[in-house]
């Protein structure tokens, strides 16, 4: 049973970079089954995705957060982790770290299950000066 | 503004059924087979209900139920229990590995 736990500051300023991590137990980021993601959702609304990691690297973003967004994933710690440049209050949200299936097929293909089975508890992180 | 659109709100007694509708466009719900749901109960992450538009994963009661016509999916809750009052989100594959668009989320409330 994959867990998932995200971590970081709970307060950044406008303009600064919004940093996260997401430890993954019960499972391992060096495995071919799952792709590692981001999704967040603002206090009251609804949720986004913001990108997904596979452990090969292979990294999908959200086009419309893309240019602001960075997604590492780094397997010795079994942790992904989650940079967003130049945040505003938009950006108040609890951040959520899920999973993606992927399923390998006879033909060694990597097939994405897209639907996010696993999910951490979320933080929540506030932008203000 | 949400890309699929759902009711902001549902609700039904106990025992009843209710069905949430979520509208796309033929670029993602029209145009693929996975749709998903998920459940969120207040303070709590979503939980994944049902996938492939009509999947559901182990644990999940056989009365919660999926399916799609078209650019619409729609998720049936039978014999509502007073434990399925939540919000409830779709998301759709989108294309262009674009992992998942979401609803703006609908309110369940069992009366």
């Known amino acids: 049973q994959l867990q998932l736990q995200e971590s970081g500051p709970g307060l950044v300023k406008p303009s600064e970079t919004l940093s996260l991590t997401c430890t993954v137990s019960?499972?391992?980021?060096?495995?071919?089954?799952?792709?590692w993601g981001w999704i967040r959702q603002p206090p009251g609304k609804g949720l986004e995705w913001i990108g997904s990691i596979y452990y090969s690297g292979s990294t999908y973003y959200n086009p419309s957060l893309k240019s602001r967004v960075t997604i590492s994933v780094d397997t010795s710690k079994n942790q992904i982790s989650l940079k967003l440049s130049s945040v505003t209050a938009a950006d108040t949200a609890v951040y959520y770290c899920?999973?993606?299936?992927?399923?390998?097929?006879?033909?060694?293909?990597?097939?994405?299950?897209?639907?996010?089975?696993?999910w951490g508890q979320g933080t929540l992180v506030t932008v203000s000066s | 503004q949400s890309a699929l659109t759902q009711p902001r709100s549902v609700s039904g007694s106990p025992g009843q059924s209710v069905t949430i509708s979520c509208t796309g466009t033929s670029t993602d719900v029209g145009d693929y087979n996975y749709v998903s749901w998920y459940q969120q109960h207040p303070g709590k992450a979503p939980k994944l209900m049902i996938y492939d538009v009509s999947k559901r994963p182990s644990g999940v009661p056989d009365r919660f139920s999926g399916s799609k016509s078209g650019n619409t999916a729609s998720l049936t809750i039978s014999g509502l229990q007073a434990e399925d009052e939540a919000d409830y989100y779709c998301c759709s594959y989108a294309g262009s590995y674009t992992f998942g668009v979401f609803g703006g989320g609908t309110k369940l409330t069992v009366l």
């Open positions: 019960g499972g391992s980021t060096s495995s071919s089954s799952h792709y």
């Open positions: 899920a999973s993606t299936p992927v399923t390998v097929t006879v033909f060694s293909l990597h097939q994405i299950e897209y639907y996010f089975d696993y």
